[in-house]
């Protein structure tokens, strides 16, 4: 059974720095293109950023380009997000999950990101 672990996210100011990971167990991880998502309250849950299994294919949503770096460690079985200049309306949940495929594999808890102004 996949599992995700979602983590790093907290309260910051606008303009601060946060850097999310994503553990994943029970899979081999390098066979999977992953994602970051988020949902802000009231709102659905959208893909920002994805990655190849090997990181070498890379995407990210307009809102965060150039603001936000996804990259993993296959070796940790691990999915990060550095985000920078962060913006209020970067406020929401963040999750990881499996982008591509026919299904997603069970959400983990996804990790709160707040940025104040």
């Given at each position: 059974?996949?599992?995700?672990?979602?983590?790093?996210?907290?309260?910051?100011?606008?303009?601060?720095?946060?850097?999310?990971?994503?553990?994943?167990?029970?899979?081999?991880?390098?066979?999977?293109?992953?994602?970051?998502?988020?949902?802000?309250?009231?709102?659905?849950?959208d893909?920002?950023?994805?990655?190849?299994?090997?990181?070498?294919?890379?995407?990210?949503?307009?809102?965060?380009?150039?603001?936000?770096?996804?990259?993993?460690?296959?070796?940790?079985?691990?999915?990060?997000?550095?985000?920078?200049?962060?913006?209020?309306?970067?406020?929401?949940?963040?999750?990881?999950?499996?982008?591509g495929?026919?299904?997603?594999?069970?959400?983990?808890?996804?990790?709160?990101?707040?940025?104040?102004?």
């Amino acid at each position: 059974q996949v599992q995700l672990v979602e983590s790093g996210g907290g309260l910051v100011q606008a303009g601060g720095t946060l850097t999310l990971a994503c553990g994943a167990s029970g899979l081999t991880f390098a066979d999977y293109a992953m994602g970051w998502f988020r949902q802000a309250p009231g709102a659905g849950r959208d893909v920002v950023a994805r990655i190849s299994g090997s990181g070498s294919n890379l995407y990210y949503e307009d809102s965060v380009k150039g603001r936000f770096t996804i990259s993993r460690d296959n070796a940790k079985n691990t999915v990060y997000l550095h985000m920078n200049s962060l913006r209020p309306e970067d406020t929401a949940v963040y999750y990881c999950n499996r982008v591509g495929g026919a299904y997603f594999f069970k959400w983990g808890q996804g990790t709160q990101v707040t940025v104040s102004s």
